[in-house]
Every structure is written in C-alpha cells, then in structure tokens.
C-alpha cells in the first residue's frame, strides 16, 4: 500500500530565503507526482508535475525532482515571498485508475 | 477555458438529510475525481468515474455514498443521511479523456458542515 510522508510538517523561515520540501514514498512504481499549493479555506492549485521518465521540473521560483528509485521528491523555493506562505501537498499517481495518494502537507509561514 | 466548477461552495446539513454535491468538469476532460479533506486530515482519494461508468471506488464508505457522472451533466456525490463526522471539504478533480497518468485538476471545493 503506497504511503506517503513529507518533512517537515511546517516551516517558518524570514523572507528571501531558499527552502527545500520534502516528500517521500513507499512504492516507487508510480506514473508521475504533483505538487500542489492549498491556501487556508481554499482549493488545490497544481504547482509542478513530474513525470515518473522525468528527473525535474521548474516553474519560475520552484524546482521539483524526483528520485523514483529511492522514493523522494523534493520542492525547492528559491527567494521566498510571504506570498509563499500556504500548505504544500505532494501526490503520488500510481496506479492504473489514476487516483492520487496525497501526503500529509508541510505548512509554510514566510516572515517578512 | 472554465476551470473545475464545483457547487454549492459551502453546504450546511442537519444530521439525517440528504446532501448532493456537484461537479463539472474542465471543458474536454471526461475523467473525475472526487476527494475528502477531513479536519485536520489529509486528502483522501474516494471515487473515480468517467461518463456512465464508476472506474474506481475503492475509498468510498460502503455506506450511504454514492456517486454518478452521466452522460449529461455534472458529476454528482450523494451523501444520505448525513452524520456529524460528514462534515468536510470535497474536491473534484477532472483530467483529460487521453489515456495515461495525467495532470488532475481540482476545483474549489464544497465545504459541508452537518448541524
């Protein structure tokens, strides 16, 4: 049964500062992970997806890599905003019906 | 290109009625997805259905939950009876028709309290 952790479960960290998420998971024969953004009261905003055939990803201040074979994903922030500050999901799509395991979320404070 | 709609946004029940949830998809996308977001939990996959079929519902409670997605119209989650530990967020996420592992899109959310 895929499991999935991130570390730490929050953070809070001064404004300007580049920060590392990590995710990790079970089952490394997944398809692809996503990293999503879930603002207090609000929706899920999809960041980043990677692919299982793929090492990384960027989009603007965010970089995603994945390590299948060792079951890690990591999301690094560069130059932190309070903007920033939300929780940060990963999800693991590893089966033939699609369905995402999502991790228990890190939630980000960035101070100005 | 309309994101995923889902209505009503918020829903407050009595314990022992019915509530029905109601997504529509992103335009082209003929996958759903319905999640559960329970306080201070994680979110939890449910259902998984495509146009007039339930693909996967291996996370549904056996009882009282249902969900359809007919060839018309949004996708509905039904939940009968409602009990106090009902009250949560549920998320509609939609994909595209392609097959394969794609990006999931989710919608806002319906946030359902149970008085």
């Known amino acids: 049964k895929q499991e999935v952790t991130q570390i730490p479960a929050a953070l809070s960290v001064p404004e300007g500062e580049n920060l590392v998420l990590n995710c990790s998971f079970t089952d490394s024969a997944i398809y692809n992970l996503q990293w999503f953004r879930q603002d207090p009261g609000k929706g899920l905003t999809s960041l980043l997806l990677?692919?299982?055939?793929?090492r990384e990803q960027t989009s603007g201040r965010l970089n995603a890599s994945l390590d299948k074979s060792s079951g890690r994903s990591t999301l690094y922030i560069a130059a932190s905003q309070p903007g920033d500050s939300a929780t940060y999901l990963c999800a693991v799509n590893g089966g033939a019906t699609n369905k995402l395991i999502f991790g228990t979320g890190t939630l980000l404070a960035v101070q100005p | 290109n309309a994101g995923v709609m889902q209505n009503p946004r918020h829903l407050v029940r009595r314990r022992g009625q019915e509530a029905r949830l109601r997504c529509s998809p992103m335009k082209g996308h003929s996958h759903v997805y319905w999640y559960r977001q329970l306080p201070e939990e994680g979110l939890k996959f449910m259902v998984y259905l495509q146009k007039e079929n339930i693909i996967d519902e291996s996370g549904m409670p056996k009882e009282r939950f249902s969900a359809e997605f007919p060839k018309e119209g949004p996708s509905i989650l039904r939940i009968q009876q409602v009990v106090r530990g009902d009250s949560a967020a549920y998320f509609c996420a939609s994909s595209p028709r392609t097959s394969g592992a794609y990006e999931q899109y989710f919608g806002p959310g319906t946030r359902l309290t149970v008085t």
């Open positions: 990677i692919q299982s055939s793929q």
